[in-house]
């Protein structure tokens, strides 16, 4: 089974995304307005599918969070800002 998600853009346009670009945009529409973090999704080149998403005209943006524990920093909490609709998803 494929990866795959189809939404509807406030406009009525559709746009498909496969593999970790529908993975990442399901994590996105999921955490809705309170967005989400890789430490509390981890998953490798988060940043890389974001970028593609924000490529293929979505409108994502990234809120700089501290974080403490035995490696401090700090991360990124992406939120999707573009309104969606969900049309149609296969999820492997």
Known sequence: ???KI???LPDG???TFEGREAWTLRHL???GP???TTLEQPAPRWSHYVFKLRR???IISTDRESHSG???GSHG???LETPVTIVSEDAA
């Open 70 to 72: 035995p490696y401090p």
């Open 77 to 79: 909490r992406y939120r």
């Open 34 to 36: 309170a967005g989400i």
């Open 13 to 15: 346009r559709r746009q």
């Open 6 to 8: 189809t939404i509807r």
């Open 1 to 3: 089974m494929s990866n």
């Open 29 to 31: 529409v999921n955490a």
């Open 56 to 58: 293929a005209g979505l």
